[in-house]
């Protein structure tokens, strides 16, 4: 591998003056690198700025916020038109940082000295907007559908004061309070369901919601879709098992199922739609097709 020379910050706006820990890394390594800081300042802005790093021939494309942050930077170096495409790598600032539980990330200094990658896979995900309009968007950590949904969109219209546990805890008793459950019709090679959800959860990694880890099985090289599907469940069922999905134990429950395959389809029946959210990030609805594209994105370690 040819030694790295320019790194690209795509920094989280909101974060940009809190984020101590790139504050230091800039200060240890401006004499080592050629150093460029992109500091979104719109939803989506990390998508463009991660595609200019791209495309300007970024070594590295660090993405320093939370999980919506490094979404918008894996899919801006998706979409970029490179060749060879640049090193991700992730300084974690986020409200929920539930990527980096699972890949467990060393410190960038280091990383950035002592070179170690990482092929993962990356989810695309096709949907509509509120118009229905068609869209595609990659994932990197876990996608889902249903009250996990709306609850992510709850948080991130919220202050996130409290912590990212409890700020998503309360984000989902919210959602359930407010919550239809709705049926879905679901197709996979592997099985297929109809019928009221509370959620489903489509994975790579296995965590979201500020630690919950409701993909124990999955994994970010394997080739497959983690799918967790959620029946119709109370508001107390999920109280219930909350202390155990932080554990990320098998919840043993008959509404609770577990499943890996390559590409599903999601159908609201009755012409619902369903609300969607990948990585931290609510941005369009049902009809939905999920598929994984294997190691398409290398990480730096």
Aim: proline share 3%; with cysteine; aromatic share 10%.
């Amino acid at each position: 591998m040819k030694k790295m020379q320019k790194i690209y910050f795509i920094v989280n706006g909101k974060n940009y003056l809190q984020c101590e820990k790139f504050s230091n890394l800039q200060e240890k390594i401006k004499d080592k690198f050629f150093i460029t800081c992109l500091v979104t300042e719109k939803i989506a802005d990390g998508i463009n700025k991660a595609k200019q790093a791209a495309e300007e021939g970024a070594d590295v494309v660090v993405a320093v916020g939370g999980d919506g942050t490094i979404n918008e930077v894996a899919n801006g170096i998706m979409q970029s038109n490179v060749e060879q495409k640049p090193l991700m790598a992730i300084l974690p600032c986020g409200t929920g940082d539930d990527f980096v539980k699972t890949i467990k990330v060393r410190p960038l200094e280091d990383s950035l000295f002592d070179i170690k990658t990482k092929e993962i896979d990356t989810i695309k995900i096709h949907y509509q907007d509120e118009n229905e309009q068609q869209h595609s968007r990659y994932c990197v950590n876990i996608g889902d559908i249903g009250v996990s949904a709306l609850a992510v969109k709850i948080v991130n219209g919220s202050k996130k004061r409290l912590g990212s546990a409890f700020t998503f805890y309360v984000g989902t008793i919210r959602a359930f309070l407010s919550y239809k459950h709705n049926s879905v019709k679901i197709i996979a090679k592997e099985f297929q369901y109809e019928g009221k959800i509370t959620t489903v959860v489509f994975a790579n990694g296995n965590y979201f919601g500020g630690g919950i880890g409701i993909a124990p099985y999955a994994e970010i090289d394997d080739g497959l879709i983690d799918v967790t599907l959620v029946g119709d469940i109370k508001l107390t069922t999920f109280m219930k098992y909350y202390s155990r999905l932080r554990k990320k134990e098998h919840i043993h429950h008959p509404a609770v199922t577990y499943h890996k395959t390559q590409f599903i389809e999601i159908q609201a029946i009755k012409n619902d739609k369903y609300p969607l959210e990948a990585d931290g990030e609510f941005f369009g609805y049902t009809p939905a097709t999920i598929e994984i594209l294997p190691k398409t994105l290398k990480l730096l370690l």
